[in-house]
């Protein structure tokens, strides 16, 4: 079974702290995903990475950074929490075999709230 | 117009009976397609992926694709109270995956 862990499940911040996301996955799977879910808005899609050290922009990227340094493991991180960044986190990650396509295996989230 | 578009219920259904789910979305290109279903404030989970037109069941699901119509549906047959949660359709292109906002069903006993 694949297996996504993000490192906290609930996190309290204050407005300008710097905040680290982390998730790790244990299916050596090329893609990793960071998305924010808000109640009406979906999933949208924040920053991804097709191999380590590489990083493209989602649709929100503003606020936020990431790092990937090793395969497994992809961090989000953000610089200077404001109150807007308030949500659940969940990161994702999917393998891409030759010719084909996988879907997306998601962690159980962090519920991020910014005082 | 949203990428994909979902209605966002809440649809009730009572125990026993068929959930009929829809899905719509706008890029023709669009490759793959997915069913997730979230419990509340639980993660997504993959219930269901199709990748060409007609029927595919698993179990007491059926996902339905019309590319034509840019269509896709999940039909949850003998629907349980644990069947109650949030649906995301979920479509992609190559590999970039859009969602819908998702479709909140409700099994009353």
């Known amino acids: 079974d694949v297996k996504v862990t993000q490192s906290s499940r609930y996190l309290v911040k204050r407005t300008g702290e710097k905040v680290f996301l982390e998730c790790v996955q244990d299916?050596?799977?090329?893609?990793m995903f960071w998305y924010r879910q808000d109640p009406g808005l979906g999933l949208r899609l924040i920053y991804f990475?097709?191999?380590?050290?590489?990083?493209e922009k989602g649709d929100i990227p503003e606020g936020y950074s990431v790092s990937r340094e090793k395969k497994e493991r992809f961090s989000l991180i953000l610089e200077s929490a404001s109150t807007n960044q308030t949500s659940m986190y969940l990161c994702?990650?999917?393998?891409?075999?030759?010719?084909?396509?996988?879907?997306?295996?998601f962690g159980p989230g962090t519920r991020l709230t910014v005082l | 117009q949203k990428e994909v578009e979902q209605n966002s219920g809440p649809l009730s259904v009572p125990e026993g009976a068929i959930a009929s789910l829809n899905c719509t979305y706008s890029?023709?290109?669009?490759?793959?397609f997915f069913w997730y279903r979230q419990y509340s404030g639980k993660s997504p989970e993959l219930i269901m992926s199709?990748?060409?037109?007609g029927d595919k069941e698993d179990g007491r699901f059926t996902a339905q694709l019309n590319k034509a119509s840019q269509y896709v549906s999940l039909l949850i047959r003998d629907s349980q109270p644990s069947d109650s949660a949030t649906y995301l359709c979920?479509?992609?292109?190559?590999?970039?995956?859009?969602f819908g906002a998702g479709t909140r069903l409700t099994v009353k006993p």
């Open positions: 994702a990650s999917s393998s891409r075999p030759a010719g084909a396509v996988d879907t997306q295996y």
């Open positions: 299916m050596d799977h090329e893609n």
């Open positions: 990475s097709y191999d380590v050290k590489m990083k």
């Open positions: 890029d023709r290109g669009s490759q793959s």
């Open positions: 199709i990748y060409s037109n």
């Open positions: 979920a479509v992609m292109r190559n590999n970039d995956m859009r």
